[in-house]
């Protein structure tokens, strides 16, 4: 069974940067895709950015392309995802999630228990 631990949120003002981390019990890193998705308040959850295990090729929401950036440690099992220039409008739950590059696109079996960020204007 595949967990996903989400840690690193927090509250921040404005334009200031946050690192978010997503330790995985995933024996062969490379055999996934990692994503963020976030759901802010009264919001539907959204994609934020993933990360192909095996090329490291990766894709932004356009919202945060050029401020948000995603990596991988696989030596750690974990994703992070820095977040710079930070809005308001980033407020939200951020949740990583895993699936076999294999699967579909959509099909995203392990979720983590998210975490909380919030901008303050």
């Known amino acids: 069974q595949v967990q996903l631990v989400e840690s690193g949120g927090g509250l921040v003002q404005a334009g200031g940067s946050l690192r978010l981390s997503c330790e995985a019990s995933?024996?062969?890193?490379?055999?996934?895709?990692m994503a963020w998705f976030r759901q802010g308040p009264g919001r539907e959850r959204e994609f934020v950015g993933n990360?192909?295990?095996?090329?490291?090729?990766?894709n932004y929401a356009t919202s945060v392309k050029g401020r948000f950036t995603i990596s991988k440690d696989d030596a750690k099992n974990t994703v992070y995802l820095q977040m710079n220039n930070l809005k308001p409008e980033d407020t939200a739950v951020y949740y990583c999630a895993a699936r076999r590059i294999s699967t579909p696109a959509d099909s995203w079996a392990y979720w983590g228990q998210g975490t909380q960020v919030t901008v303050s204007s």
């Open positions: 995933i024996r062969t890193f490379s055999n996934y895709v």
């Open positions: 990360i192909y295990g095996n090329t490291y090729s990766r």
